[in-house]
């Protein structure tokens, strides 16, 4: 049974500091892992969408990586802003088409 | 639309109530995903349409749980005889094609029985 792992749990850094945000997931057959972001009480934000023959997707500030040998994902923020600060959840698309997520990352970013 | 849409946002129930929950997709996204989310965690997969077709049910945790797409765009998710523990966000997501594409999500309808 896949499992996807979000580490930390929680993180608060101050204002302009670079991030590294860790998912790992036990199965390497996916199809796709994506990278989501849910503000409080809103619905879930895609933020990047690596295909599992893929590397590496940016967007803006974000990067994120994919090594599917072992299971592991990062996504890394450049730059951070107060604006940055929600919950980050990674999800992985397995061969059933459904996504399997994370329990997240809660990001605060304090001026 | 322009985006997943989901009603009501907020609903109370009284246990033992039946309630309905609406989706109405991305125009042209064939598939159809229902998730619930407890508090802090992450949002756990429900049933999957793809069109009209109700291909995974699996995640449905009991038989009171029940989801259609009868013209294969909107989708009601209906639980009958709520129970406290019914209680979660319900988050629905729709792709393209299902695998391999992007799923975008709803805002959610945040159910409350009590």
């Known amino acids: 049974k896949q499992e996807v792992t979000q580490i930390p749990a929680a993180l608060s850094v101050p204002e302009g500091e670079n991030l590294v945000l860790n998912c790992s997931f036990t199965?390497?057959?996916?199809?796709?892992l994506q990278w989501f972001r849910q503000d409080p009480g809103k619905g879930l934000t895609s933020l990047l969408l690596?295909?599992?023959?893929?590397r590496e997707q940016t967007s803006g500030r974000l990067n994120a990586s994919l090594d599917k040998s072992s299971g592991r994902s990062t996504l890394y923020i450049a730059a951070s802003q107060p604006g940055d600060s929600a919950t980050y959840l990674c999800a992985v698309q397995d061969n059933t088409d459904k996504l399997i997520f994370g329990t997240g990352t809660r990001l605060q970013v304090f001026p | 639309g322009a985006g997943v849409s989901q009603s009501p946002r907020y609903k109370v129930a009284k246990r033992g109530q039946d309630v309905a929950l609406r989706c109405d997709p991305i125009s042209g996204h064939v598939s159809l995903f229902w998730y619930q989310q407890a508090l802090g965690q992450g949002p756990e997969f429900l049933t999957y349409?793809?069109?009209?077709?109700?291909?995974?049910k699996s995640g449905l945790p009991s038989d009171r749980f029940f989801a259609e797409r009868p013209e294969g765009s909107v989708s009601t998710l209906k639980i009958q005889r709520t129970q406290q523990e019914d209680s979660a966000v319900y988050l629905c997501a729709s792709s393209l094609h299902g695998r391999g594409t992007e799923a975008f999500f709803g805002q959610g309808t945040r159910l409350t029985v009590v």
């Open positions: 349409f793809q069109n009209e077709a109700q291909l995974d």
């Open positions: 199965d390497s057959a996916i199809y796709n």
């Open positions: 690596i295909q599992s023959s893929q």
